[in-house]
């Protein structure tokens, strides 16, 4: 069985000796030859060239037995796409070109038919990855949720209150509604090109579905995210990744994703319990035990192993991404576990 069967057959449910495994961010900062490349090149030059977004997503393959690759990109290509660029602040965290603030600004911004033109090298990426990976590994094409996208469009920026994002979805609904809609056909046609240039699988990262209000989650992230997946070919593998939202576990079960990708703050054997027999799981090791000793992250990914045994449709990975201070002998210590698992 080569991974990429491993990893298909997990998505679908289906019976396997052992969890396939991927790591989130495992192309990044913790890897000293990812360090070597950006000395010579940014974080952006290494997105838009489809060369070096090749090199960076296939650098952990080169060192780990993992069983599926993940696109190097970034969620804000979709807003830069759009016609509202971004940038990596000095001291830290994303700056938007510029903050929206009115109606005219949102309806100013480009429309989905740009996409396919402007995130070409995503395509491009994707087909030489492909092709490296020759049919062994699964490729992970992967975006934003509308919400997501929409705070960093409405806040400038990283933020750490996403108040004007909350006060926009009370205050102005049209206004919100008008961008999420228009965020929700883009994210369509991104997703729809991954497929088309050779992706066996999508994540979408929900990353602050977390701080909505519990009441508003539905109106505001889930709903948006149920049209995407409505839109794309049928029983195509979604992975469903949205932090801080375990109170929503069953509903996110219900919106056409494949697979629901779990924080660390959950049981994942009582998670796969609670949910439907033909949704996978995928998760979700706190990425902290990645900076401790290999001893240490044995012992943890042994017990959430033994937690799953015998409950099918289980992806093995963190329960969020890896950090820059990682442990490469730390990280070497999962996957052989986790490969090494019976």
């Known amino acids: 069985m080569t991974s990429r069967e491993r990893f298909l057959q997990a998505c679908a ?5 052992r969890p396939p495994i991927w790591i989130m961010r495992q192309a990044g900062r913790y890897l000293p030859e990812y360090r070597e490349l950006k000395a010579k090149s940014s974080f952006l030059e290494m997105v838009k060239t ?10 952990p ?15 804000l290509v979709i807003p830069e796409a759009l016609g509202q660029g971004y ?9 938007m070109e510029y903050r929206l603030e009115t109606r005219a600004q949102v309806e100013s911004l480009a429309t989905a038919d740009a996409v396919p033109e402007k995130l070409h090298y995503v395509a491009d990426a994707l087909k030489l990855i492909k092709k490296e990976l020759a049919g062994k590994k699964a490729l992970l094409g992967f ?7 929409a705070t960093y469009m409405l806040e400038g920026g990283s933020t750490s209150d996403f108040v004007r994002s909350k006060e926009l979805f009370y205050t102005d609904r049209a206004m919100f509604d008008s961008l999420l ?16 240039a050779g992706a066996d699988a999508i994540q979408i990262f929900d990353s602050w579905g977390g701080i909505i209000a519990g009441q508003d989650y539905e109106a505001a992230s889930l709903q948006w995210i149920r049209k995407i997946i409505a839109a794309l070919p049928a029983d195509f593998p979604i992975i469903l990744y949205a932090k801080g939202t375990s109170s929503h576990l069953t509903d996110q079960a219900f919106t056409g994703a494949k697979v629901l990708s779990v924080d660390w703050t959950c049981d994942l054997s009582i998670v796969r ?12 090791l706190d990425p902290v035990l990645m900076n401790t000793t290999p001893e240490i992250v044995q012992r943890e990914a042994i017990r959430l192993l033994e937690s799953m045994r015998g409950q099918p449709g ?3 990975n963190l329960g969020h991404g890896i950090m820059p201070q990682a442990k490469i002998e730390c990280f070497k210590s999962l996957v052989d576990t986790v490969t090494g698992w019976k």
């Not at 449910?13 to 000796?17: A, E, F, K, R, T």
């Not at 975006?143 to 996208?149: A, E, I, M, Q, Y």
């Not at 319990?273 to 979700?284: E, F, I, K």
């Open 273 to 284: 319990q609670s949910l439907p027999g033909n949704v996978a799981v995928q998760g979700n």
């Open 87 to 95: 940038h990596f602040r000095d001291e830290g965290g994303i700056a």
């Open 13 to 17: 449910c289906q019976p396997l000796d």
């Open 314 to 316: 289980h992806i093995f």
């Open 61 to 75: 393959l080169r060192r780990f037995d993992l069983d599926a690759a993940i696109l190097f990109s970034d969620i």
């Open 50 to 59: 489809p060369d070096l977004a090749t090199e960076v997503t296939l650098q």
């Open 143 to 149: 975006g934003g949720s509308p919400w997501t996208l």
């Open 181 to 196: 809609s228009k965020l929700t056909d883009a994210i369509i046609a991104y997703f729809r090109m991954q497929i088309t």
